[in-house]
């Protein structure tokens, strides 16, 4: 069982930065993919960031590309997003979540998540 827990969130001014961390516990992070997925209010979860378990492969949502990077140290069981540029769309939720070995932009295929952070861009 992996337990996952994000911070770093809070309120920012549009155009500034952000960093989340994800720390797990219970389990062997290094076999996991991690993403970072977001959650509107009144909108489905999407798919923002991902990385695989090594930290050889990333991807990004479109709308991120450029934006966020994504970063792992599995030897302190944590994976960070930094987030640049920061818009008032990208106010959201923010969940790690965790699933074996790959990537994947479906939240339906990870079996581990985290409580959340909020993160609030003002414009």
């Known amino acids: 069982q992996v337990q996952l827990v994000e911070s770093g969130g809070g309120l920012v001014q549009a155009g500034g930065s952000l960093r989340l961390s994800c720390a797990a516990s219970?389990?062997?992070?290094?076999?996991?993919?991690m993403g970072w997925f977001r959650q509107a209010p009144g909108k489905e979860r999407e798919f923002v960031a991902g990385?695989?378990?090594?930290?050889?492969?990333?991807y990004f949502a479109d709308s991120e590309k450029g934006r966020f990077t994504i970063s792992r140290d599995n030897a302190k069981n944590t994976v960070y997003l930094q987030m640049n540029s920061l818009k008032p769309e990208d106010t959201a939720v923010y969940y790690c979540?965790?699933?074996?070995?790959?990537?994947?932009?479906?939240?339906?295929?990870?079996?581990?998540w985290g409580q959340g952070t909020q993160v609030t861009v003002s414009s």
């Open positions: 979540a965790a699933k074996v070995l790959v990537v994947s932009t479906h939240p339906n295929e990870y079996e581990y």
């Open positions: 219970g389990g062997t992070f290094s076999m996991y993919a």
């Open positions: 990385i695989n378990w090594n930290g050889g492969s990333t």
